[in-house]
């Protein structure tokens, strides 16, 4: 079965400055697909950025980027510029398929990131 | 559109009470999915639901139900509540094969 890691409970950065947040996960497909989700105190969760294992090419959605090492199965979130908005429970999450033909998420244990005015 | 609408937000029941936590979504999602969210902890798999009338059991199914007769429309059903179930209830829904998925806003579910 597919895990996923998040070895950092909690996180802090000053605003403006730049935070990396790590992910690992372990699997034995070849295709699949990663996600960070961010969660707000609102609990809603949000969708920040998605990468798929057969794309060498890191995603990148405005200020947030990750570094996706397929062989290391190692996959970390980098939030550029952070803004006190993007204070929130970070989630990595890894897509596999069900043997109903769903598609469905493990998560990690959340990171907790602070940014500091 | 609404997206995908939990009820009710909030909720608490005492030990050996039942309830049923309502997922509606007005976006043709085939696939539904119940998780939960312990405390300090990532969302956990409950059940899910692949089109009407097909559900299967996820990692965490013990102590609950769910039943999916309409598209639109995916009740979890707890039994015997008891405080193990304390938890933040999550429905979610995607249309397709490699879609984004889209998450209600909780259900903050205490058991006494």
């Known amino acids: 079965a597919q895990t996923v890691t998040q070895s950092q409970p909690e996180m802090s950065v000053q605003e403006a400055e730049t935070v990396t947040l790590s992910c690992t996960y372990d699997t034995s497909e070849s295709d699949y697909y990663l996600f960070w989700y961010k969660q707000p105190p609102s609990r809603q969760m949000i969708l920040v950025i998605r990468q798929e294992a057969y794309k060498q090419q890191n995603a990148t959605e405005n200020r947030f980027s990750v570094n996706f090492q397929k062989a290391a199965k190692s996959f970390s979130l980098k939030i550029s510029d952070s803004q006190l908005g993007d204070a929130a429970m970070y989630f990595c999450?890894?897509?596999?398929?069900?043997?109903?033909?769903?598609?469905?998420?493990?998560f990690g244990q959340g990171t907790r990131l602070t940014i500091n005015p | 559109n609404a997206g995908v609408t939990q009820t009710p937000k909030f909720r608490i029941l005492k030990i050996g009470q039942s309830m049923t936590l309502q997922c509606a979504q007005d976006m043709n999602h085939n696939y539904m999915y119940w998780y939960r969210q312990d405390p300090g902890m990532g969302l956990k798999l409950i059940y899910y639901?692949?089109?009407?009338?097909?559900?299967d059991k996820g990692e965490v199914p013990n102590g609950y139900n769910v039943s999916r007769s309409t598209t639109e429309d995916f009740p979890l059903r707890l039994e015997l509540a008891a405080p193990s179930q304390t938890s933040v209830y999550f429905c979610a829904g995607k249309t397709g094969v490699n879609t984004e998925a889209f998450f209600g806003q909780g259900t903050r579910l205490t058991v006494v």
């Open positions: 639901s692949v089109g009407a009338g097909i559900t």
């Open positions: 999450a890894y897509r596999t398929t069900t043997i109903q033909g769903a598609q469905k998420l493990v």
